[in-house]
Each structure stands twice: as C-alpha cells, then as structure tokens.
C-alpha cells in the first residue's frame, strides 16, 4: 500500500512528461488495455537537486503503468546496468524508496525547486542571448516536458524556437525574427 503523501510527489514528476509516442500506443488500444511498464527517464541534468537529495548517481527512472484514462502505481526506480565482459547486461531496476512510509521530509519542494530554477537559468540565457549580435542560441538537450518551456519563453519574447536532433541529442534552437 503507497502511502498518501506520495501522491502530491507522483503528480509533479508525471506533469507533462508521458511523451507523445507512448500517448500514441495508447490510442491503438482499449480504454481498458494497461500498459505494464513505462519507463520514463529523470536525467540528472533535469532534476539535479533530485539527485543530490538521494545522494546517489545511478540512473533513476520513472516507472508507471497506466490504461488511456488513468495512471497506476507509478515508482522512482533505481536503473543499475552491470557490465560483464565489457557489455551491459539487462538493466536491473529496484525501488529508490519505501513507498509504504511516508516520502522524506523536503522531497516535493526539491522536485518544485529544481523545477523552477531550471526555467530561471533558461530565462536568463534567452534574456542574455536577444542582448547579443548572433542571430540563434543552441540550447542544451533536455527531455521534451522543458523543451515545451522553452518554445513558451522564446514565445514570450517575440522569438522564432523549433527543436533539433533526436533521442538524447534533441534540443532547441531559439532564432531572433528577421
């Protein structure tokens, strides 16, 4: 049984974060037909504070089943991929938490904090950027969840955005209007 307080915790971590693709299986499929085991990856780079909070660099990954209308037993996993004879082996995934006890004290306003500082730092480069001569700025790769926040603040300052890449490459380009 999870405890209640994970909730608000789960909620955070799933806005906007189930990609287009996985929406897509989705649609192919009755209301009733469950997906078992979606993995959604928390890179370090989008939720450091995340990090820091567990104090432990392996991998951690979102793990939720869900049908078209509702989303079930989602868990923050640990991903360890051991290495044999120089080859990953199958990953091995194992719960971050307890989640029968209540999550730990500050964990939702780590994930909150962390959340708004990236959109700071984000802000500030397109600030910095309309100051400068060149005509485009490269963000760094992020998952698509920020690049959706920073269509919105190219948007909001009058600027052209469209993303590049694919996979873990993907990235947007903010370009200023001729």
């Known amino acids: 049984?999870?405890?209640?307080?994970?909730?608000?915790?789960?909620?955070?971590?799933?806005?906007?974060?189930?990609?287009?693709d996985k929406i897509a299986t989705l649609q192919?499929?009755?209301?009733?037909?469950?997906i078992e085991f979606a993995i959604i990856d928390l890179s370090e780079s989008d939720f450091p504070d995340l990090y820091k909070f567990i104090q432990d660099?392996?991998?951690?990954?979102?793990?939720i089943s869900y049908?078209?209308?509702e989303v079930k037993n989602p868990r923050i996993l640990y991903r360890l991929v051991e290495r044999k004879k120089g080859k990953p082996s199958q990953?091995?995934?194992?719960?971050?938490?307890?989640?029968?006890?209540?999550?730990?004290?500050g964990l939702l306003n780590v994930l909150t904090s962390s959340q708004d500082k990236l959109l700071d730092q984000i802000e500030k480069q397109i600030i910095e950027f309309m100051g400068l001569?060149?005509?485009?700025?490269?963000?760094?790769?992020?998952?698509?969840?920020?690049r959706r926040f920073e269509h919105q603040l190219a948007s909001k300052f009058g600027l052209q955005s469209s993303s590049e890449g694919?996979?873990?490459?993907?990235?947007?380009?903010?370009?200023?209007?001729?």
């Open 1 to 20: 049984m999870q405890a209640e307080g994970w909730n608000e915790i789960f909620k955070k971590l799933l806005e906007n974060r189930i990609v287009s």
């Open 28 to 34: 192919s499929k009755k209301e009733t037909d469950e």
């Open 57 to 63: 660099k392996r991998d951690l990954v979102l793990s």
């Open 67 to 69: 049908t078209k209308t």
């Open 91 to 105: 990953p091995y995934y194992f719960p971050a938490f307890d989640y029968s006890k209540e999550p730990p004290a």
């Open 133 to 146: 001569a060149l005509t485009e700025l490269h963000l760094p790769p992020t998952n698509s969840y920020i």
């Open 166 to 178: 694919e996979g873990r490459n993907r990235h947007v380009v903010i370009r200023k209007n001729p």
